[in-house]
């Protein structure tokens, strides 16, 4: 396959804003900026232990680690002493009230993190944790636990005992990527991968309040990939994330990852191509291109595939370590934006080391849809200097924020169509290891940016983990 040449950056158009009336002025909406308003300590002694080259309370694409509901804001961590612990606080509280539910974690993996979800229709709080192509644990709160955050206290009652089934419903025994989604009626959806890295499938499960029902499978790991040096019959979609938009689509980028190293110019590199996209407009049954095709079924015999056309959105060979499950989000117009990040050509067309070469020349892109429909992509002129992953969020004027590595944040304005990415926070004073968390619903509730983030250490030296508050424009 070869490589596209990189979209070119939008050009900055000015547009006189009309009058709204007789003599007066449209006000320009602000452009992207962070300020800092304070941190506040989760647990000072938080388990550390380096695997995959990340942290297991710190995995960015952990939906969600943090996630704020009705005024109060919640966490997930794993002690030092491996236990599961979910805190809580109310919105400009400095402390947090912590909970442990009952389990502690397996192995030294930082695949096998929490997830949590709130079911709306019965307000109960969801948590799945600790798995990795293995089994799982479930734990549930009692119902209206987040609709009265005030008027039920915080404690281990409130919670039920950890299970290794979603209240009977098995799924899978090889069990990944938890991701809770709340759709538009209050129902609460997971996405998960089934089997293993390089030949999983993804899946949707569904809780209406009472029952969770498997809906099936949607992506296929079959079919023949073939880049020029060679051939993988297996692979699996790695998801950049789930979301429903305000009007009620649900979005999903995505890239693949190939089982067969024959695909790479370097087996030290790392098999994952391209950038897909497909949404769903009926909850997750049915999957189209960007272009509207039909092109999978969940639960059904058509699954997406890597040799359906229209998928890719942006076309990338192995040889420039891609990194899977990066970031996306919607804007208020409903169009997606996610952020993807590789070794650019101009460094070379062969990485042989995808984390030395990626932490020395990978580079993080804003790729998104535009109104007239069509996907521009824009370089994000910072070095990663780590082999990690970027999260992305968008305020309430639709500016666009990078949160990379060590907690740095970068931001480009809508007026300038997304062209003018600039450094807001450099990350100082945080010492922060690598991936971030971030609550992508606090946002919407108080125009505040919240990360949290553990320090760094070394070995199986325990550290503190924190969330730092950052304010939006208002």
Known sequence: MKRRALLTTALLTSVA??????????????????TRTGTTTLDTQAIFFVSYDGLVNNNSFQKNGLLTYKGHQYAVWYTADRNAVVGRRALGATTWSTVRVGHTLRYNDSHNVISMGVSKVDGRLHLHMDSHSDGFTYVKSVAGLMDNPAGLSWTASRFGAPRSTLDGLALTSQFTYPQFISTPEGKLQLSY??????????????????TWT??????????????????????????HGIDYDSNGRLHSFFTW??????????????????????????????????????VGTTGGSDKVAVTDSGLVVD??????????????????????????????GRFGQCTTNY?????????????????????QKTEI???????????????????????????????????????????????????????VVIDEMRIAQDNVLSVMYQEKSSGTTPSALRVADFRLPT
């Open 355 to 375: 984390v030395s070469n990626r932490t020395t020349n990978g580079r993080a892109f804003h790729l998104r849809k535009n109104s007239s429909g069509t996907w």
């Open 381 to 435: 002129p910072l070095a990663l200097n780590s082999s990690q992953r970027t999260r992305l969020v968008l305020d309430k004027y639709d500016n666009a924020y990078a949160v990379l590595p060590f907690g740095r944040i970068a931001g480009a304005s809508k007026a300038s169509g997304y062209a003018d990415w600039t450094l807001l926070f450099d990350g100082s004073g945080l010492n922060a290891f690598g991936e």
């Open 214 to 239: 498997a809906l099936g499978e949607w992506s296929s790991s079959t079919g023949t990939y073939t880049s020029e040096h060679g051939s993988s019959t297996a692979r699996n979609m790695y998801l």
């Open 257 to 294: 990852r190939e089982q067969n190293a024959a695909v790479m110019c370097s087996s030290g590199g790392i098999t994952n191509h391209d950038t897909g996209y497909v949404y769903s407009d009926d909850r997750g049954r049915t999957w189209r291109t960007n272009a509207g095709t039909v």
């Open 315 to 344: 076309a990338l060979n192995p040889d420039h370590s891609l990194m899977n499950q990066e970031s996306q989000f919607t804007d208020s117009a409903g169009l997606p934006h996610a952020i993807i990040s590789y070794v650019p």
């Open 193 to 210: 991968r089934v089997a293993v890295s390089g030949n999983g499938r993804n899946a949707l499960a569904e809780y209406d309040g009472s």
């Open 17 to 34: 804003g009309s009058g709204l009336g007789a003599g007066v002025a449209r006000a320009a909406a602000p452009g992207p900026s962070v």
